[in-house]
């Protein structure tokens, strides 16, 4: 089966721009997350959705970041504006429900803030 | 927050098991012990999960205390690929299925 998939591979952007990332999850699956991961640590978990509703977004820094899943398929995650520190590896993976299952991760998205 | 520690770094040697410990204390009934890792530059990988029974597939081998605060992952034969770092996460996918990483370990293989 195909994977996650996720665009773009790489971006640089200036400090005070704005910036989107896009996830394909593995058909059928209705939770989708994303996570930043900052060098030398672990992911953290910005936002989780079950199909296109909202189920955790407590670390997600509102005042910057939105994320959607319009139709409970593909989503996009922006930022807006960029901050220095915002620089990281945005991960999106994939779960189906109904069962103890694994999730599935995209390559990531490198974002630089200069 | 994550509900797992694990310690920072291990080393193993080649050809030899790699036991990778994590402890998740406050565990609930309905959470499942995750594992995951990360080669550098690449997304998280699954390797194994488990509720209460040992577990064992191609990869590695899971092995959860009786009293589910604890439990490791076992390679049995480890390789040079397969340092990395590895996750411990408890998750509990029938109900909200989120999923939180702590640092993890990083495991580095000798030849």
């Known amino acids: 089966e195909a994977g996650v998939a996720q665009s773009p591979r790489y971006k640089i952007i200036e400090k005070r721009q704005s910036v989107a990332f896009w996830c394909n999850p593995i058909?059928?699956?209705?939770?989708l997350y994303w996570y930043q991961q900052i060098l030398g640590q672990g992911p953290k978990l910005l936002i989780q959705?079950?199909?296109?509703?909202?189920?955790?977004d407590s670390q997600l820094p509102k005042d910057r970041f939105s994320a959607e899943r319009l139709k409970g398929v593909d989503s996009t995650l922006k930022i807006q504006p960029a901050k220095l520190e915002d620089s990281a590896v945005y991960l999106c993976?994939?779960?189906?429900?109904?069962?103890?299952?694994?999730?599935?991760f995209g390559q990531g998205t490198r974002l630089t803030v200069v | 927050d994550a509900k797992t520690t694990q310690p920072p770094s291990m080393d193993c040697a080649e050809g030899r098991a790699a036991n990778l410990p994590c402890n998740h204390s406050?565990?609930?009934?309905?959470?499942?012990v995750y594992w995951y890792r990360q080669i550098h530059s690449q997304g998280p990988q699954y390797i194994i999960h488990?509720?209460?029974n040992n577990e064992t597939n191609e990869m590695a081998s899971l092995i959860i205390t009786e009293d589910r605060k604890s439990s490791t992952l076992i390679l049995p034969h480890a390789t040079l690929r397969d340092t990395a770092v590895y996750y411990c996460?408890?998750?509990?996918?029938?109900?909200?299925?989120?999923?939180?990483f702590g640092a993890g370990t990083r495991l580095t293989v000798k030849p």
């Open positions: 488990g509720l209460k």
């Open positions: 406050t565990i609930s009934g309905n959470e499942y």
């Open positions: 058909s059928g699956h209705a939770t």
């Open positions: 993976a994939s779960s189906s429900t109904g069962g103890a299952t694994e999730a599935f």
């Open positions: 996460i408890v998750r509990a996918p029938y109900n909200n299925n989120d999923m939180r």
């Open positions: 959705f079950q199909n296109n509703g909202v189920v955790d």
